[in-house]
T-cell receptor
Framework: EPEVTQTPSHQVTQMGQEVILRCVPISNHLYFYWYRQILGQKVEFLVSFYNNEISEKSEIFDDQFSVERPDGSNFTLKIRSTKLEDSAMYFC???????????FGSGTRLTVV | AQKVTQAQTEISVVEKEDVTLDCVYETRDTTYYLFWYKQPPSGELVFLIRRNSFDEQNEISGRYSWNFQKSTSSFNFTITASQVVDSAVYFCALSSSGGYNKLIFGAGTRLAVHP
């Protein structure tokens, strides 16, 4: 069964550093997403991406965050200057059409120290 | 505004018991979709079911069943004859047909099944 692949599975970074989280969505999917889950809390929507642009973003997704699909297969989330409160599990997801069951990646656990 | 409420924070049962996880949602949209996801201790999100707002038929998949009632805005999930492997956090989620399909998650219910 096709999978969404996320790398790395765990990243530790120092406060103020830039991080890039990587995702390879399912190849024929057109809609891409990032979600965040702070430890022990609910999963929160960050951003959706369609047709090479952001289609919707939450208030969490401020100027410190950006997304990119640089080469037609990868989908990245960049955090420019990490803060302690950015520590969370970040999930990438993709969908082949609106409102179909998402496929989530296995997540990247980001720890900011 | 859209909202998903999972009032049960934690449930503890003994193996072979039946357990129902509650989900209540709020939306003004007439077309929407409801989901259940399982998050085992390993952390990934496992898709269980999607239901659209026009399909109120209950669904059964093995030991899992779902009861969708628009009249009470509920989409409850029952595990029959629970097993230790069912121990996980279960999330209910909602999305509307408009926009680009962001999922609004409930806070989750942690299910512990003891031998």
């Amino acid at each position: 069964e096709p999978e969404v692949t996320q790398t790395p599975s765990h990243q530790v970074t120092q406060m103020g550093q830039e991080v890039i989280l990587r995702c390879v969505p399912i190849s024929n999917h057109l809609y891409f997403y990032w979600y965040r889950q702070i430890l022990g809390q609910k999963v929160e929507f960050l951003v959706s991406f369609y047709n090479n642009e952001i289609s919707e973003k939450s208030e969490i997704f401020d100027d410190q965050f950006s997304v990119e699909r640089p080469d037609g297969s990868n989908f990245t989330l960049k955090i420019r200057s990490t803060k302690l409160e950015d520590s969370a599990m970040y999930f990438c997801a993709s969908s082949d059409r609106k409102n179909y069951g998402y496929t989530f990646g296995s997540g990247t656990r980001l720890t900011v120290v | 505004a859209q909202k998903v409420t999972q009032a049960q924070t934690e449930i503890s049962v003994v193996e072979k018991e039946d357990v129902t996880l509650d989900c209540v949602y709020e939306t003004r949209d007439t077309t929407y979709y409801l989901f259940w996801y399982k998050q085992p201790p390993s952390g990934e999100l496992v898709f269980l079911i999607r239901r659209n707002s026009f399909d109120e038929q209950n669904e059964i998949s093995g030991r899992y069943s779902w009861n969708f009632q628009k009249s009470t805005s509920s989409f409850n999930f029952t595990i029959t004859a629970s097993q230790v492997v069912d121990s996980a956090v279960y999330f209910c989620a909602l999305s509307s047909s408009g926009g680009y399909n962001k999922l609004i998650f409930g806070a989750g219910t942690r299910l512990a099944v003891h031998p």
